[in-house]
């Protein structure tokens, strides 16, 4: 079998890295510069250091702050519209998912002709978009290292991937000192949804020797962290650590895509307005029961990663049976509860999500156990 192995160009890492922004646009060709991020971060000034770099290399700038926490082709073209009133080049996206999500459409868009729904699907972008630089504030969704936007379907709800070498990020930006304000709500949801991306890509059906190094590295660094973070806003160590295991999930399951437990969170119906990564973490024991008797191998070394220790009185198969108690200890610790209904999702809407889920072709394609919308809808329905 043939696969590729494809990472962004250049990544700068470190406290105080942020500083180097306006210095990577030049660097890049760029003479002005788009900041793309959210109300909420706006509103607290969180962006502040990025204009301060911006205006230190003398590049001028204008801050688009309405990136949407579902982003949709109606806000990727209002981002598009004030690129292209103030002649922005390259475009900075700076924050959260939502946000560099929306910084990567809105790069499609602004180079290529709409309407955006013309791009998804894999390999749908039909060459070079606008430079990004990436800078997230969230040791979260890796986002900044992969080559996909998601966005939400304006009609129906359903969420859609662009999936395209060309939005890969031309620089990203690893401050950890940019992620110390989080609260630790934020920081628990955005830290499993790390692992979760970890831990999908490792057993699914796309991994390879390449994506397995950058995916084991990853979850040891986030379980050994995630709790101090999560206790401890401002230990700048374990945050670093964060960021940084964030980042090496990016690159691994941007070369893989993720599995089930993606499936079933992606495709609960928007109008719950639940954060991404609290539906990862919510789906995520049923998706590793649902799972590990596909891949025992791996599942038992994710289950001793989980619990610290190597396990040797466990057989393959107990440790990987135990792997999704393994993980809800881990969701116990940092007070996020599993399943839907504490989320006020009702039993009406499980059919269809088991059936987007099953056609999530992009992601169940991965998935170390293949699953039609009746085998996803009893998953749900047992652990709902």
């Known amino acids: 079998m ?11 890492k470190g ?18 510069a788009i900041i793309v991020t959210d109300p909420g971060l706006s509103a607290l000034g969180l962006h502040a250091p990025v204009e301060k770099a911006l205006e230190a290399a003398g590049v001028p700038f204008v801050l688009y702050d309405k990136a949407e926490l579902e982003p949709n ?64 504030t969230t040791a979260g969704t890796g986002s900044e290292m992969t080559s996909i936007s998601v966005l939400t379907n304006n009609e129906t709800g359903a969420k859609l991937g662009i999936v395209s070498d060309h939005i890969y990020a031309a620089s990203v930006i690893l401050d950890p000192a940019l992620t110390t304000g989080l609260p630790p709500h934020v920081t628990a949801m955005t830290g499993v949804d790390a692992f979760v991306h970890a831990m999908e890509s490792f057993v699914g059906l796309r991994a390879t020797p390449f994506t397995d190094a950058l995916n084991l590295q990853a ?43 993606h499936a079933i969170g992606t495709s609960v119906p928007a109008k719950y307005k639940l954060p991404h990564g609290l539906l990862m973490a919510a789906v995520a024991p049923m998706g590793i029961d649902y799972n590990y008797m596909a891949n025992p191998e791996k599942y038992a070394i994710v289950f001793d990663i989980l619990t610290g220790a190597t396990n040797e009185y466990l057989t393959v198969g107990e440790r990987a049976a135990s792997c999704a108690d393994a993980f809800s200890e881990l969701l116990t610790d940092l007070n996020i509860k599993e399943g839907l209904a504490p989320y006020g999702v009702t039993e009406e809407d499980l059919p269809g999500i088991a059936t987007r889920a099953a056609a999530a072709k992009r992601l169940m394609d991965n998935n170390p156990r293949q699953g039609n919308e009746k085998q996803l809808l009893a998953m749900l329905e047992k652990q709902f």
Do not use: W
């Open 219 to 261: 979850m040891k660094i986030i379980a050994k962290n995630i709790r101090k973070a999560y206790t401890n806003g401002n230990n700048l160590e374990a945050r670093e650590a964060m960021l940084y295991g964030s980042a090496l999930a990016g690159m691994g399951f941007g070369n893989t895509q993720n599995g089930v437990i």
């Open 15 to 32: 406290v105080g890295s942020i500083d180097r922004a306006g210095k990577e646009v030049q660097r890049l060709g760029g003479e002005r």
């Open 73 to 136: 082709a109606t806000s990727i073209q209002n981002c598009v519209n004030v690129i292209a009133e103030f002649k922005a080049d390259v475009i900075i996206g700076f924050g959260g998912g939502s946000a560099l999500d929306t910084a990567k459409a809105a790069s499609v868009l602004v180079s290529h002709e709409g309407p955006i729904d013309n791009y998804f699907g894999v390999d749908m972008v039909p060459g070079p978009c606008m430079p990004i630089i990436a800078v997230p």
């Open 2 to 12: 043939i696969h590729e192995f494809n990472a962004v160009a250049k990544v700068i």
